[in-house]
């Protein structure tokens, strides 16, 4: 899983200690964003395979970069972006899917939870890239 470079976008530096530590326990290269400007930058210099965000951060929230990557960047608009926030309301949620998001997870973290929704997306990755094909 190497080949697969996740970036985590958190503003608390706790939970992106352990998001990161669990990411790269996996197997995964990991980039690292304190803000949602930050995570934007990295992103669009960057390229990752996976973006995990959280929603309420300072600068710029998750849903902002959302927007700014599906309205401004379509050539990274099929870059999975799975948000990891402590917003779990029904509203929320729905807005973050209907927005582009991959998933939506929330916080308490279930690590075994964020673990197998990455390996789906891994799954997704590795068949476009053996086709040539996006699904």
């Given amino acids: 899983m190497s080949n697969i470079t996740i970036l985590c976008i958190e503003d608390e530096i706790e939970i992106r200690t352990l998001v990161v530590e669990e990411l790269e326990d996996a197997g995964f290269k990991t980039l690292q964003a304190s803000n949602g400007r930050e995570g934007l930058e990295i992103i669009l210099a960057k390229w990752p395979d996976i973006v995990i965000c959280d929603i309420t951060m300072p600068e710029m929230d998750g849903h902002q970069v959302l927007a700014e990557i599906q309205l401004n960047h379509p050539e990274l608009s099929a870059v999975p972006f799975i948000f990891l926030t402590a917003l779990a309301d029904k509203d929320n949620m729905i ?34 890239r053996k086709t040539g094909k996006a699904f």
């Fill in 95 to 128: 807005a973050g899917l209907q927005g582009g998001a991959a998933d939506y997870l929330t916080k308490p973290i279930d690590f075994d939870l964020l673990l197998a929704k990455i390996t789906g997306c891994v799954t997704r990755i590795e068949n476009e």
